[in-house]
């Protein structure tokens, strides 16, 4: 490269000879990374490597070549990013880097401890790592998707790249760089305190405590792992002597919420009073045909059928039940007919007229 010294040159050209082992070096990084992380069960944005360019090396060797007697000397020839969803991740990664890798501590820095009031984009934690048996170190850089994305933008725009920024468009990026830097402490802030609330739901769930939890999906998620309608559910396979195909139960929530379930104890309530009346129409719906596959959801939208019809829903109200189940369509007016049908000679709807 012109204007390189004898001994930048020579280090250009050990570069040249150590690519193979480079390549096989970042390729050896990133599957222990991948395998440690899903070890960890950890979900990450993105995990990438890179090995510095001939022409990247050059420039860094014309700038501090001086610096460098050999090429295993410069510590982020080869690099690594993981970029994660949250702040705390971004911890727990690094725990598991420094498991996996030697780290040389006098190279390595945490830049989200140097607080200077424009670093928001630059507040990675820089890990400098070397793999058993390579004589080559590495970086591996560890920051958040908003991190990465305000890094992105700042070198899109110009900033630290030597254009001088107007003062007026420095201030307004750096307000912004505070809003996104609370932004990305508010959502793992919300994630641990959501993590907390489902521990604490599923202890009033296990101790029967019901009434105290409300209906969301959450709840109802946390409620159905109870398997409430597991016994109605073999009452009615019992039938026909059918198999029970799992089916999702979460569009039912909206279903409930309608039916005025607020609670859990709501719809614990609503499966004691309807399920023996939802057992004897099923019996009344299978047991002239030879039906042996039944979806698991049947018990439930039999509870939801004998509320809708006992508490004067009519098929005005089933049509509706269906819609929101199976999405509106023509059919569900048939349906809805059928079911009405199906349901009129049953005692709950003789005591209903």
Partial sequence: MEGLDLHCRMILEEYEEALPRLEELKENVLVSLREALDRAGLIVTTIEARIKTEESLAGKLALKGAKYATLSDITDIVGARVVTFYTDDVDRIASMVEKLFEIDWDNSVDKRRLHQLDSFGYNSLHYICRYPGSEYRFEIQLRTTLQHAWASINHDTGYKSGIEIPREYMRRMNRLAGMLEMADDEFSRIRTELTDYRRRVHTLVRNGRLDDVLLDGDTFRSYLQARPLDTLNKRIAAINQAEIQDAPLSPYLRVLKE?????????????????????????????????????????????????????????????????????????????????????????????NK
Avoid: W
């Fill in 259 to 351: 039916l005025q379930c607020n609670t859990l104890g709501d719809v614990s309530r609503l499966i004691k009073r309807y399920e023996e009346d939802a057992y004897l129409l099923a019996r009344h719906q299978l047991g002239n045909t030879d039906l042996d596959i039944i979806s698991s959801a049947i018990g439930l939208q039999n509870i939801c059928i004998v509320c809708i019809l006992s508490t004067g829903g009519g098929k005005i109200g089933l049509e509706r039940l269906f819609d929101v189940l199976n999405g509106h369509n023509s059919q569900n007016t048939a349906l809805a007919e059928l079911t009405y049908q199906q349901a009129s000679a049953l005692p709950f709807m003789q005591n």
